[in-house]
Structures are given as C-alpha cells and as structure tokens.
C-alpha cells in the first residue's frame, strides 16, 4: 500500500499534536445533524469529528459512541452541554468509554472539567468573547473553540476576523476559529491569524455523508449570503438561522405572544419525553442557563423550544416548521462532497495557498 503522505509542516499544529488527528480540521457538535455516521465519516477523512450528545440520553449517547468505534479507529470527540443536570454522569461516561475529546456548548462546572481532564481527555470548550476564553485557560482547558458572528446556531455579534485575532493574543493555549469557514484559503487565513485549526458545522452538514432529509439540505444549497438572520425570537438567545417560513413568520411579529408560549411548552414536553428527562431536572437545567446566559423568565421560557424545533427540521424534513441553524457561508456552498472529498480539497488547496503565498509554485 503507498503510504499517505503528511500533510505540510504549516498543517501540523498543536490542536492536531493534542487530538491526534490528521488535519486541523473540527466538524463542530450539531444537535441532530452531529450524528455516529457523520461524526466517523469525518473521523476516516483525517478530521476531528464530534458526537452531539445535547438530545441524546445517556443510553443513546453510549451507543453512539460504540457505533462511531465500529466504524473508525480515528480518534473522536462528543459534545456535551456544560448546564446539563446530568452532565457529570456523561462525563463519567466519556472516562468509561475512553472518549479522547470532550467538547462544550457552555461550559461545566469546574470539577466536571477536572474529572475529564485527570483521565486524559482533551477538553474544549467553545466560547464566544476573550473573557471567556480566559477563564477557560485559567481552569486548564486544552485549548478552546472561538466563534465569530458569520457562525450558525447561537452566536455573537464580532466577526471571526476580529475575534479569533484577540482571542489569540489573549490565551496562550491553542484557538480553533469557527464562523465562515469552508475551504482551503479560509484554513490559511486562520491560521494567519494564529488560530490552529478550523471548526465548520454548515460546510459539514452539507456533505453527502450527513443524515439531514435530502430537501432540508437543498434549501441550504438554495440560500444567498442573504439567505441568514440573527434573532433572539426563537428561544430568547441570539441564534443565526436560515430564513425559512417559520422563522419570517417570528421575525415579522406574527409568531410571538401566546402562540410562542405555547410552542415552547411543547417542546419543552418534548424534550423531557425524548432524553428522559424529569421535571425537577429540566428546572434547575433551566436555573442553571439563565445564570450562566443572564436570561430573563421569559427568554428561560423560550429556550425549550430551540431543540424540538430543529428536530423538527433536521430529522423530521419540515423546512416550514423547523429551525435551521445556519452560518452565513450557507450562501457560498453549491454541492455536496464526502466528508473525505471535502477534507481532500481544503487540505489541497490550503497546501497551494500556502506555497503560492511563500513564493514556491
């Protein structure tokens, strides 16, 4: 067999020293989307995929990750959500399961990040603002995943090109830039900018290798640089989503009020059916974001209604009543490579980027 060459010295960083991984490459942790097939396929491809395990029970979850080690030798990540009720018990599971990376959506409390770090697990908390950042440097975070308004899902307002550069110079551990990323030369400028990897959840869902329903990919494929919009309508945090039926319906004003509150009851009932959930534990899950996220009662409300809603759309197919999360680089993507197409191209071009750059081609 002939071997498969290295990647060039500039591809070969501390995040992938630290994961083991082939390429500075993250598929981020989508709720729904970030599944055990998803999660290998990037794995295979020299990437560092990542297990969503936020609407996942634990027994789901588990499962997951036995499947992904049925498929891949490669090492992995999972995902959890830091304001979990029972996120010290996943993280027990993630020891058990010799998990080699830990991901966070919000961040855990501290001797939840000490567990997974005394067992050897590489831990990387996604944040938003270099204060964040720092904390997380300060609690001993490996190294942390910094995304910029251009991003989907629940994002800030700085672009990534302002964001990933203070963040760099804030922490001395290594930063993965997420937030418009989707080829070659968007690798080549992070890692101008001093980041050590690229993190993509939009470009990753539209690969062939993703479950998402075959018209719910399409209506990505369909959208401009226009096609996205920020609003805080949908569970009361600033989330950027595609503009589907539901979504101008909330942001014309028409989909709030009562008929909101009845929605996110639901899909509150939903959820709790769904991951098992009891009710005192969805309340002091919901206590504990309104603390760390400085919600009002009535944004606490509305976050119920964030995951059915993109079950609704990422499994279910319904682009008129679902949620998509998107990142504006949505506009820029036409097609739907593997995830070991999609890899071999940005790595491809990133190396004639460089070189053309360092004056070798």
Not at 9 to 31: A, F, K, S
Request: with cysteine; charged share 20%.
């Amino acid at each position: 067999m002939t071997p498969v060459p290295l990647p060039v010295p500039e591809l070969r960083t501390r995040v992938t020293e630290l994961t083991g991984v082939r390429y500075p490459i993250v598929q981020t942790g989508m709720g729904w989307v970030s599944g055990p097939e998803l999660t290998a396929a990037t794995a295979n491809a020299g990437g560092l995929g990542i297990l969503a395990s936020a609407t996942l029970s634990r027994e789901e979850m588990v499962a997951g990750i036995r499947l992904i080690r049925s498929r891949t030798e490669a090492p992995f990540g999972v995902n959890l959500v830091g304001t979990a009720t029972d996120v010290r018990q996943r993280a027990e599971l993630l020891v058990a399961e010799k998990v080699p990376v830990a991901s966070f959506a919000l961040a855990p409390k501290q001797d939840v990040f000490r567990l997974l770090k005394d067992a050897g697990i590489v831990v990387i908390p996604s944040i938003g603002a270099r204060r964040h950042a720092e904390k997380m440097a300060a609690w001993g975070a490996d190294a942390v995943l910094v995304q910029g308004g251009e991003g989907g899902g629940h994002t800030g307002q700085v672009p990534t090109g302002l964001l990933v550069p203070q963040v760099v110079d804030a922490v001395e551990i290594p930063v993965i830039a997420a937030g418009g990323f989707f080829d070659g030369r968007g690798l080549v400028a992070a890692l101008a900018y001093g980041a050590e990897a690229i993190a993509m959840g939009t470009r990753f869902l539209l690969t062939s290798d993703s479950t998402v329903p075959a018209n719910v990919k399409q209506a990505y494929l369909s959208a401009g640089l226009d096609g996205t919009v920020v609003t805080d309508l949908i569970d009361g945090v600033p989330q950027r989503v595609l503009r589907t039926p539901l979504v101008e319906e909330l942001v014309s004003g028409r989909g709030g009020g009562p008929r909101g509150v009845v929605r996110a009851v639901r899909s509150a009932v939903a959820l709790k059916q769904h991951v098992g959930e009891s009710w005192p534990g969805i309340v002091r899950q919901g206590l504990a974001m309104r603390r760390q996220r400085e919600l009002s009662l009535r944004q606490l409300l509305m976050a119920a209604n964030t995951p059915m809603m993109i079950r609704t759309g990422m499994v279910e197919g319904r682009v008129d009543l679902g949620s998509l999360a998107s990142g504006q680089v949505a506009g820029l993507i036409d097609e739907l490579p593997s995830c070991a197409e999609l890899i071999d191209r940005i790595v491809t071009e990133a190396e004639k980027t460089l070189a053309r750059l360092g004056g070798t081609s």
